[in-house]
């Protein structure tokens, strides 16, 4: 089953994989819009002369996109453990040292939540995430990791995300170390996330 969100809510909007070349095209310019061009971050993956950021791990990702009108406003990555060479972020992320055997075969990283400026406000974050998770269910994958900046913390925990340590990536400096216990639905109850909903569906047989 390919995990979608059909956002009744708008129905010129579309949550998917991405699954052409020109998808995934627009997926590397619009982070390089994003991260470059608006948050004036910097990465050694930024391409200046085509407007594009394309990482080592895009290519075994699951990449996601929300597409309004067939042009992608919204996107969200991730990777299995189990698929996927993480390189350093095993190490970063001290997986192995959080949750012992179940990396590398019930992990994952999650990373590039970004939603273009012009439709921020529409909850197209937390629809990427919704579609993100019950991939993750999908999979059977237990725990996610990924990384945000300090200040995304609370909403990050919000979500259903816990603070699981500190980090300095080698490209953007200081941030947290967040993961998802993905199977704990009584958590994800207690601190009101989104996904909570969506464990109900599961359970009912409905995902």
Sequence with gaps: MQPTDNCQLNPLLEIRLVE????????????YKVYIEEMGKTS????????????????SAKIFAAFSN???????????????????YTQLYKMDEIVGDAHPDYTSVGGKLIVQKEFRGQQIAIKLIKTLYR?????????????????????????????????????????SVIMLDVFNWEYLERVNSPLKDIEKTLISGQI
């Design 135 to 175: 991939y993750l269910l999908q999979e059977g994958i237990k725990f996610d990791f990924s990384e945000c900046d300090v200040e995304l913390v609370s909403y990050y925990n919000k979500l259903g995300y816990q603070s699981v340590g500190t980090l300095y990536h080698p490209e953007y400096g200081e941030g």
């Design 20 to 31: 052409t070349a020109e998808e995934r095209e627009q997926v590397f310019k619009l982070r």
């Design 44 to 59: 050694h993956y930024a391409d200046d002369k085509h407007k594009t950021i394309i990482e080592p791990l895009d290519s």
């Design 70 to 88: 067939g042009q992608v406003v919204g996107t969200a990555r991730t990777n299995l453990s189990r698929t996927s060479n993480l390189d350093f």
